[in-house]
């Protein structure tokens, strides 16, 4: 048979293969709850105007409660023939409350019904997103504070740069993170507008009203033009590029996750609840919560130049492309989500290994920078001649296979006469990350004054 939403001008219903590419139910059912929501809040705005009677509007506000709890026990048998979330509720709306059901989207359309919803959805998200980045936060700032003056090599292109802190390192994370809670704040703040009223395209001759309708859902003013309203989902592209930055963030985390617990790192052992064995090495413990949170951005990213693609080029307003928004959002918010919470679990757990760190620290020529700068200081050279000096004693102690510590005064003073015993003060590492006292150096009294003002701004 036709449809019997809009089957009026049908005489026959659609082909399977149609109903196979048409149907979003599948997916779409998740918005059931804000679906839901925003039925009841348009119910009470219709009956408060006058469009549709008291009596029905309480029918159908009170069938909604009961669809709803229906769908939140399991209990609600979707069906594809009604291709989508909305077509499902209002159908069985119909079989609890009768005609008065059909009342229900008098001055609406499914084109604002889901803008609406998808909106909600992805705004709970942006919540969801900002709590989960804020446990992520607390763990690494615990961690922060715990090692607050634990020397580590610093790296630039994962060779030994400068010793730094594992409490700098810590709160680094920590900086990004509230600038990715900042984005989902930004985005959120700029989604929170209601497109319910814009109808089909062009608003409707009923004498809706919008303001109320968007305040019952938390929205802090109506969208202003209706075809903007149905038409753009700008929204959920922010949603996924604040995303998709966030994953960029845990994965290099992630990353240096795996890397630190290898055995020839072992700056970290990994909690048991977060690793994997071998099923064939006995002796293997695999960072496979690491790994996939790396992998993350595969899918996130993907999303987003997914959900770029289908919009780019749709004129106004509403297209059933659209409808291909909801997967990849679903999708990147799932993994999001998962990632966000795996990680704070992680981060919480890792064990920072204080010997190892400090030793790979003190190794590799780590304070060559700390003797070219006391060169400058103490004896006046100009920074390219110390740093050249500085180069030729490291070339000495790297043929020699040892430390710039153990070169002996007159190996140093063979490179410049002016060295003198005072020099090695400025080689050991804790002298080095202690000296770095400039505004977000790594000495151990800036991340301690930093971490303070993380706990006071994360309590
Ligand atoms: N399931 C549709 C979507 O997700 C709802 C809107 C349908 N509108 C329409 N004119 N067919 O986009």
Known sequence: GSNTMWGGR????????????NASIDFDKRLAAEDIAAS????????????????????????????????????????????????????????????????LHTARSRNDQVATDFRLWVRGQCDAAI???????????????????????GFTHLQVAQPVTWGHHMLAYVEMLDRDRGRFRDARARMNESPLGAAALA?????????????????????????????????????????????????????????????????????????????????????????LIRAKPGRINGALVALLTVMKGLPLAYSKDMQEDKEQVFDAADSLMIALAA????????????ERMH?????????????????????GL???????????????????????????????????????REVYDVLGVENSVASRMSYGGTAPEQVRAQAARWRAALA
């Open 10 to 21: 049908f005489a026959t219903g659609p082909d399977a293969l149609m109903q196979a590419i």
């Open 40 to 103: 009841r809040a348009h119910a009470a705005m219709l009956g408060a105007t006058g469009i549709v009677s008291d009596t029905d509007v309480a029918a159908i506000r009170e069938g909604l409660l009961t669809v709803l709890s229906e769908i939140e026990a399991g209990d609600f048998v979707f069906s594809r023939e009604l291709e989508d979330i909305h077509m499902n509720v209002e159908s069985r709306l119909r079989e609890l409350i009768g005609t008065a059901a059909g009342r």
């Open 131 to 153: 709590d989960g980045l804020t446990e992520l936060m607390r763990a690494l700032l615990a961690q922060a504070e715990a090692g607050a003056d634990m020397v580590m090599p």
């Open 203 to 291: 608003g409707t001759s009923f004498p809706i009203d919008r303001e109320t309708t968007a305040q019952a859902l938390g929205f802090d003013r109506p969208m202003a033009n209706s075809l903007d309203a149905v038409s753009d989902r700008d929204f959920a592209l922010e949603f996924l590029s604040a995303a998709a930055i966030t994953a960029t963030h845990l994965s290099r985390f992630a990353e240096e996750l795996v890397i630190w617990s290898t055995a020839q790192f072992r700056f970290v052992s990994l909690s048991d609840r977060f690793s994997t064995g071998s099923s064939i090495m006995p002796q293997k413990k695999n960072p496979d919560a690491a790994e």
């Open 343 to 354: 990680m704070a679990g992680m981060a919480s757990d890792v064990v920072p290994q204080a």
């Open 359 to 379: 030793a790979a620290a003190a190794a590799g020529f780590s304070t060559a920078t700390d003797l070219a700068d006391w060169l400058v200081r103490r004896l």
């Open 382 to 420: 100009p920074f390219r001649e110390a740093h050249h000096v500085t180069g030729a004693l490291v070339k000495r102690a790297e043929a020699k296979g040892v430390d710039l510590h153990e070169l002996t005064l007159g190996e140093m003073q063979s490179e410049h006469p002016g060295i003198t």
